[in-house]
């Protein structure tokens, strides 16, 4: 009767013990996975606000050089990066250009309501290797809608040119560009 009486102690200590750790287990994972579903409900409406907020600012930027081509009356052609390019002077013979080639152009850059920021005038001729060099992606998307010797106009979404910044100096930020071009 003894050994019963133990062994009946001994299983209900193990019971006892058991459902103590097994509710002090539960209740962190509960709590702490309740604040991961806050944690994210709140992150998932902080996203969806700044994807919201960066939709309606690319909305008005594609606005913008809308009404830029509508008023200038121009027949830009509209790539899938959002680049539009208009060959004003086409060349007679000139070959198409292809990541790796060296272009030398002559530039004017201005933003949407005319301000001229840069040129080949005062900067100097610019000198490149489409696709390796440290200037605008813009630019290096740009080039290979156009030939050597042609004259064209490239309007550069801010995306591709200067971005959330501007450059610091005379490009504000988030403001699409102008690149009235010559490619030698």
Same mark, same amino acid.
């Given at each position: 009767?003894?050994?019963?009486?133990?062994?009946?102690?001994?299983?209900?200590?193990?019971?006892?013990? &058991?459902? !103590?750790?097994?509710?002090? %287990?539960?209740?962190?994972?509960?709590?702490?996975?309740?604040?991961?579903?806050?944690?994210?409900?709140?992150?998932?409406?902080?996203?969806?606000?700044?994807?919201?907020?960066? =939709?309606?600012?690319?909305?008005? *930027?594609?606005?913008?050089?809308?009404?830029? /081509?509508?008023?200038?009356?121009?027949? !830009?052609?509209?790539?899938? &990066? %959002?680049?539009?390019?208009?060959?004003?002077?086409? &060349?007679?013979?000139?070959?198409? +250009?292809?990541? %790796?080639?060296?272009?030398?152009?002559?530039? =004017?850059?201005?933003? @949407?309501?005319?301000?001229?920021?840069?040129?080949?005038?005062?900067?100097?001729?610019?000198? !490149?290797? /489409?696709?390796? *060099?440290?200037? *605008?992606?813009?630019?290096?998307?740009?080039? =290979?809608?156009?030939?050597?010797?042609?004259?064209? @106009?490239?309007? +550069?979404?801010?995306?591709?040119?200067?971005? @959330? @910044?501007?450059?610091?100096?005379?490009?504000?930020?988030?403001?699409?560009?102008?690149?009235? +071009?010559?490619?030698?």
């Amino acid at each position: 009767m003894i050994g019963n009486f133990y062994t009946a102690l001994i299983y209900t200590v193990l019971f006892i013990g &058991s459902a !103590f750790f097994c509710s002090c %287990g539960n209740t962190e994972p509960k709590q702490k996975a309740k604040t991961d579903l806050t944690k994210n409900i709140n992150e998932t409406g902080l996203k969806n606000q700044f994807v919201k907020a960066n =939709k309606q600012l690319v909305q008005k *930027e594609i606005d913008e050089m809308d009404y830029y /081509v509508k008023t200038h009356k121009m027949p !830009f052609t509209t790539t899938t &990066s %959002g680049i539009r390019y208009y060959v004003y002077k086409p &060349s007679a013979k000139g070959d198409s +250009i292809k990541d %790796g080639d060296e272009i030398v152009m002559n530039f =004017k850059v201005s933003l @949407l309501d005319g301000t001229e920021c840069y040129s080949s005038k005062t900067e100097g001729k610019k000198t !490149f290797i /489409v696709g390796n *060099e440290d200037i *605008e992606s813009g630019i290096h998307r740009g080039v =290979k809608y156009v030939k050597h010797g042609d004259k064209a @106009l490239l309007l +550069i979404p801010s995306h591709l040119a200067h971005g @959330l @910044l501007g450059d610091m100096n005379k490009i504000p930020p988030q403001m699409p560009i102008i690149y009235d +071009i010559e490619i030698y």
